[in-house]
Nanobody, 126 residues
Framework: VQLVESGGGSVQAGESLRLSCVVS????????MGWFRQAPGKERVGVAA??????????HSVQGRFTISLDKAKEGNSTLYLQMDNLKPEDTARYYC???????????????????WGQGTQVTVS
């Protein structure tokens, strides 16, 4: 299983970015996928999740500004997106894609409930 994120960068407050995560070698459609972020000196926390039934969840701090979506390709690869609008300096962090998660209740916010991780992509907002 391989997860590869892209789309990070440095932007001004109020601008937008779209993160992408290509997931290959993974065929379990009954599990949750999500985006996490980790700022320097802080824990990695859940930002948004896309559950197997299409249900989406968002952290309160990004509700209304971020949108998570999933594109399942026929060949078995999937791409998870995170559209980030009206970015704020407090959104600055390294963003990670995660797969094979159990998203019952608030579990989607917690690192230990996901099995596969990407290397992350840096987002800097000034």
């Amino acid at each position: 299983v391989q997860l590869v994120e892209s789309g990070g960068g440095s932007v001004q407050a109020g601008e937008s970015l779209r993160l992408s995560c290509v997931v290959s070698g993974y065929r379990y459609s009954t599990y949750c996928m999500g985006w996490f972020r980790q700022a320097p000196g802080k824990e990695r926390v859940g930002v948004a999740a896309f559950d197997a039934d299409g249900t989406t969840s968002y952290a309160h701090s990004v509700q209304g500004r971020f949108t998570i979506s999933l594109d399942k390709a026929k060949e078995g690869n999937s791409t998870l997106y995170l559209q980030m609008d009206n970015l704020k300096p407090e959104d600055t962090a390294r963003y990670y894609c995660a797969a094979h998660g159990v998203c019952t209740g608030d579990n989607w916010k917690v690192v230990k409930y996901f099995t596969y991780w990407g290397q992350g992509t840096q987002v800097t907002v000034s």
